[in-house]
């Protein structure tokens, strides 16, 4: 048996030798299905259909809505937010400082910088100053 293997020298590569942090890089895991987390997080994410109010629920919220506007008070207000990704949204429920009414767009302004449509609103208490 030959024994020379053992004590021949490392052959010299023509290429520059590679950084530890280089070679290392070379073993980093490879993620096939990116994105895949992410889509199964967000399928399994729950949304709620939006309720559809009667006509007295819709008078009533009308009614509540023209006392908030007379008294510019606060209110204790549950709407319906669209989800921006999904079909269906969810129930938000805020105490909100009124600020004013778009009669045209049907839409509340809130000095909490946040806007409500009339028709998602499906509870409105108005609260005392």
Same mark, same amino acid.
């Given at each position: 048996?030959?024994?020379?293997?053992?004590?021949?020298?490392?052959?010299?590569?023509?290429?520059?030798?590679?950084?530890?942090?280089?070679?290392?890089?070379?073993?980093?895991?490879?993620?096939?299905?990116?994105?895949?987390?992410?889509?199964?997080?967000? +399928?399994?994410?729950?949304?709620?259909?939006?309720?559809?109010?009667?006509?007295?629920?819709?008078?009533?919220?009308? *009614?509540?809505?023209?006392?908030?506007?007379?008294? /510019?008070? /606060?209110?204790?207000?549950?709407?319906? *937010? /669209?989800?921006?990704?999904?079909?269906?949204? /969810?129930?938000? +429920?805020?105490?909100?400082?009124?600020?004013?009414?778009?009669?045209?767009?049907?839409?509340?302004?809130?000095?909490?910088?946040?806007?409500? +449509?009339?028709?998602?609103?499906?509870?409105?208490?108005?609260?005392? +100053?």
């Amino acid at each position: 048996m030959d024994e020379r293997w053992y004590t021949m020298d490392r052959p010299i590569s023509k290429y520059p030798k590679m950084s530890m942090s280089d070679r290392a890089a070379q073993f980093a895991p490879f993620a096939a299905l990116t994105g895949h987390k992410e889509a199964v997080i967000e +399928q399994g994410r729950i949304t709620q259909e939006k309720r559809v109010l009667s006509n007295e629920e819709k008078l009533e919220i009308n *009614e509540k809505i023209v006392e908030m506007v007379k008294l /510019k008070s /606060k209110c204790r207000i549950t709407y319906f *937010e /669209k989800d921006k990704t999904k079909s269906g949204g /969810k129930y938000i +429920q805020n105490v909100l400082s009124f600020k004013r009414m778009d009669e045209l767009n049907k839409t509340l302004y809130f000095k909490e910088n946040i806007q409500i +449509q009339i028709d998602d609103i499906v509870d409105i208490e108005v609260l005392e +100053q």
